[in-house]
């Protein structure tokens, strides 16, 4: 059975810092492109970032470009987002996701991510 397990978030300040953690299980992670993505109560979930299988390859959406830090290791099968400079705005469930198809590149597009963790809440107070 696969399993993605997010964690790590919580209540924060503004300008503050989380590290949110997803355990993966079930599957050979290490294989595949993973990414973090993001959702408001009554909005769409959007992108926040993304690294390839191997790490060698990062993506991020522009908001959270030099704020925001991807990162993995397979050798403990998790994922990692490194979180700097919070913002209210920065406020959301975010979740990991997994591709399917494996070596694929880690591109920002929702559907292409098979594998779903829970979600974690990051709440960011002014």
């Known amino acids: 059975q696969v399993l993605l397990v997010e964690s790590g978030g919580e209540l924060v300040q503004a300008g503050g810092s989380l590290r949110l953690s997803c355990s993966a299980s079930?599957?050979?992670?290490?294989?595949?492109?993973a990414g973090w993505f993001r959702q408001v109560p009554g909005r769409e979930r959007e992108f926040v970032a993304a690294i390839t299988w191997r790490g060698g390859i990062l993506n991020y959406r522009d908001s959270v470009k030099g704020r925001f830090a991807i990162s993995r290791d397979n050798a403990k099968n998790t994922l990692y987002l490194q979180m700097n400079s919070l913002k209210p705005e920065d406020t959301a469930v975010y979740y990991c996701a997994a591709r399917r198809i494996e070596f694929a590149p880690a591109t920002t597009t929702l559907s292409d991510y098979y594998y779903w963790g829970q979600g974690t809440q990051v709440t960011v107070s002014s």
């Open positions: 079930g599957f050979t992670f290490s294989s595949f492109a």
